[in-house]
Every structure is written in structure tokens, then in C-alpha cells.
């Protein structure tokens, strides 16, 4: 592999992630991907929302925008309409994917537009200090339920199927190898691809729900997810799955106004 260095803008470092963050083995999976596929610096384009997560396009050395909270796929959609060679990449945090950007993530999946949705799931919204979000869980601590959660989660997974996505997995960063492999996939996929991967955010999630260090969330990652349809899970329905769940060939947006622009210019000869 080459030096992770030449994917990385050094003068952002160090970077703003607490010790044992997740976001930073995601960091490291991903530009793992990139080299892995052989993809040009030149090729991709980074968009991100606000939140930790998002940081992460500050410290890649691809083409990348930092935008608002929650609208990172709006942004993507326009950057991948008007150029459609390129490659896209969508890093957002479950809060800004699932909450204030929710409505984005399911019209983009059901448009079936190309570029990878990475959902960074820590089951918090970190940065500003460990509010729940809709993927915190019923039950859950956060500084906003200091006495337990009383919103249910979204399955990111059968959202992304139901909404449309034609690539949908999970993994988690117990789980690097792994997770390198999905991105390779996703970043390869001609259609919206998710990826969600269980992420630590030991400061806000892991102090709140008493889960211990980063090391005993990693071991909870380990400990509380399985292969897609394995005899773990048929024992134990409250496991986890990791993999890819759906990997579909289907008509994708870029391709498809091309073609509307094709047969809109034929009527006017
Ligand atoms: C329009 C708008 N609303 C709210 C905020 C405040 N805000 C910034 S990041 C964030 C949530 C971050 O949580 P998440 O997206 O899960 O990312 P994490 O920090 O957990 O990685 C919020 C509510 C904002 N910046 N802009
Ligand atoms: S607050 Fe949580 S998500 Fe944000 S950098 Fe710290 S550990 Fe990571
Ligand atoms: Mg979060």
C-alpha cells in the first residue's frame, strides 16, 4: 500500500477526534479502499455535513466540500449531476443522515444516483455533546434522555432497502478487514450504495450507557454482530448482521437524465 500520508492533509493534523473515536479507523479503512482500487486522488469527490464524522472530509486529500448539517446529499446530487465521471463520497454521522438529513437520504436512494452513503453510526450526536438521535435506541442514555430514551430506531439497513438503495451493507469497526472490502464494493457500485458501519463514540454514547473504553465497545461490536444468515443468528434473532444485503443492478439518475437530455434535443431537430 502506499503511504497513507499521500492521501491525508497533513497540516489539518492533529485531527479533532477523542482518544478511541471510531472515525478515525474509518478514516483509515477508506483511504485503505481508495489505494486498494487503485482510484485516482483526482477522481473522487468528498462531501460532508457537520458533525465529527464529517470532519473526515477535511482531512482527505481529495476534491471536497465541508457543507451543512444534514444536507451533504444535496450538495453530492448536484456535484455528481454536473459531473458524473466522478466519483462520489458521501461520509455523514447518523444524526446528519437520519435526522436533519433523513428526507435527503431516502429521495437519493430511491433516485438510485451514484455515489456511496458512508453512515457513521455512533448512536449519538457527538459533536455537540451526546443528544440521542433516531438510530440511539429505545432505552438508551444520552444528555437529552438523561432518563432513557423513549424514541425507537430506524434499522438503517431495511431503510435504505425499502427507500431504493441497489447496494446496502453493514459493518463495523471491530471489523477493519471487513469494512475495507464493502467500500471497495460500494466505491465500485453504479447506483446510491450504503454503507453503515457501527462506529464508538466512547465520550458521549459509551460514558452515557456505561459501555466502558473504546477496547469494551470494539468488544461489543464483536461480541453483538454476525455474518448475514448465520446459525449465530438463527440461536440468537438480537444479533446484528454485518455484510452486504443488497447488491442489484438498476437504472441510475446520471444515466438516465442523460438520456432524457438525448431525446429532448432529437425534438428539437
Ligand atoms: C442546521 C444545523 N442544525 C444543527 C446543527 C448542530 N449540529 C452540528 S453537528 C450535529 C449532530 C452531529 O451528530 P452526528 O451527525 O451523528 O455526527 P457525530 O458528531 O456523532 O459524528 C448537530 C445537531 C448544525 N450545525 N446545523
Ligand atoms: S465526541 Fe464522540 S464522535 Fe465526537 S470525536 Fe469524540 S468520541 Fe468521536
Ligand atoms: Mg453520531
Known amino acids: 500500500m502506499a503511504s497513507v500520508k499521500e492521501y491525508i492533509r497533513e497540516r ?48 482527505v486529500d481529495f476534491h471536497t466540500l465541508h457543507t451543512l448539517h444534514g444536507r451533504a446529499l444535496a450538495f453530492a446530487t448536484g456535484v455528481k449531476l454536473s459531473k458524473p465521471q466522478l466519483r462520489v463520497m458521501v461520509p455523514m454521522g447518523d444524526g ?12 437519493a436512494a430511491r433516485r438510485n444516483i451514484a455515489m456511496t452513503a458512508i453512515v457513521m453510526n455512533n448512536r449519538i450526536y457527538g459533536m455537540t455533546g ?17 432518563y432513557g430514551n423513549i424514541d425507537h430506531d430506524f434499522d ?18 471491530y471489523h477493519a478487514p471487513q469494512m475495507v472490502e464493502i467500500l471497495k464494493q460500494a466505491f465500485t457500485h453504479k447506483g446510491f450504495a450504503v454503507v453503515e458501519i457501527l462506529t464508538q ?28 444468515g448465520s446459525q449465530a443468528k438463527q ?20 444515466t438516465e437524465y442523460e438520456k432524457v437530455v438525448e431525446r429532448a434535443m432529437k425534438g428539437r431537430e
Open 156 to 173: 438503517v439497513v431495511q431503510l435504505a432497502k425499502a427507500a431504493g438503495a441497489s447496494f446496502v451493507a453493514r459493518t463495523t469497526t
Open 201 to 228: 463514540c466512547p465520550t458521549y454514547f459509551g460514558r452515557k450507557n456505561k459501555m466502558g473504553e473504546a477496547p469494551d465497545m470494539l468488544e461489543w461490536f464483536k461480541e453483538n454482530t454476525t455474518p448475514i
Open 96 to 107: 446528519d443522515a437520519l435526522a436533519i438529513g433523513g428526507n435527503h437520504f431516502i429521495h
Open 12 to 59: 489539518f493534523f492533529p485531527h479533532i477526534w477523542c482518544p478511541g473515536c471510531g472515525h478515525g479507523t474509518v478514516l483509515k479503512s477508506l483511504i485503505t479502499a481508495v489505494d486498494q482500487l487503485g482510484l485516482s486522488k483526482n477522481d473522487i469527490v468528498m462531501v460532508s455535513g457537520i458533525g465529527c464524522s464529517s470532519r473526515i472530509a477535511g482531512y
Open 130 to 146: 451526546g443528544q440521542f438521535s433516531p438510530l440511539s435506541g429505545y432505552g438508551k442514555a444520552a444528555t437529552t434522555a438523561p
Open 235 to 254: 440461536k440468537n434473532p438480537s444479533l446484528i448482521e454485518r455484510g452486504v444485503f443488497v447488491a442489484e443492478e438498476k437504472a441510475e439518475y446520471c
